[in-house]
């Protein structure tokens, strides 16, 4: 349901509970794209011709990394799907978790080509506790091409969080609005964070908190949240 309340507003502003979602620690399969990491050393991307297009990350060499932060994770136990092509033997990709070695997952052969590429399978891994994560891909050694990694659960969780209710707007100006809402819940997985988007855009990720600020907005202007 979308809903479009104008500012300053006072019973609208119980409609913004439209675009609030609740976010269970994820239970369902992750792709990490692996050039869209948050800091890095030693890496370079390319155009690949892998399923889907887009970038994958290439000229590796030993020690190289790549970090991503905000990840989300249930608690439980994942494996890690690797999409990589090398053109030597024995190519290995360590996997952090916190700075923490999950796993390390090894392709004995060779995919016979730059951009021809293998899926390789991680042993399965315990991530103790759910929430967000820092991911850490590590390389030992060199030659080899990186498309993703996917975190996928060994469980799964069928029962999505509750909707959030009781919004209430304590603070409105004719620019923005401050509201609250009563926390959601989730028997299986718990809570992670809680989702905003406004006029279609992207979800603005927020943590396990029950209240946000949105201003900056035209005097009296109309948006959909």
């Known amino acids: 349901m979308n809903v479009s309340p104008r500012f300053p507003a006072t019973v609208k502003a119980i409609a913004f509970l439209a675009g609030i979602l609740a976010a269970a620690p994820s239970l369902h399969a992750q792709q990490i794209e692996a050039e869209a990491w948050t800091t890095m050393l030693g890496l370079q991307t390319e155009t690949t011709t892998d399923v889907g297009g887009g970038l994958n990350v290439g000229w ?90 996917k975190f996928v659960p060994q469980v799964s969780d069928a029962t999505p969080p509750s909707v959030p209710a009781t919004l209430a707007a304590p603070v409105k100006t004719n620019t923005g609005i401050n509201f609250t809402w009563a926390a959601a819940t989730d028997a299986e997985s718990g809570i992670a964070g809680y989702d905003v988007v406004i006029d279609g855009g992207a979800a603005i990720a927020l943590g396990n908190v029950t209240a946000y600020s949105a201003y900056g907005f035209a005097a009296n202007s109309t948006h959909t949240l």
């Open 60 to 149: 590796i060499d030993a020690n190289d990394w790549a970090e991503y932060t905000n990840k989300t994770f249930a608690a439980g136990n994942w494996k890690v799907d690797v999409r990589m092509a090398t053109m030597a033997t024995n190519r290995q990709v360590q996997i952090y978790v916190d700075d923490v070695l999950k796993t390390t997952l090894t392709y004995a052969g060779n995919t016979a080509g730059w951009q021809t590429w293998a899926t390789v399978t991680s042993a399965q891994f315990n991530i103790a506790t759910g929430g967000a994560h820092k991911v850490k891909l590590a390389f030992p050694g060199n030659n080899m091409n990186l498309n993703w990694v």
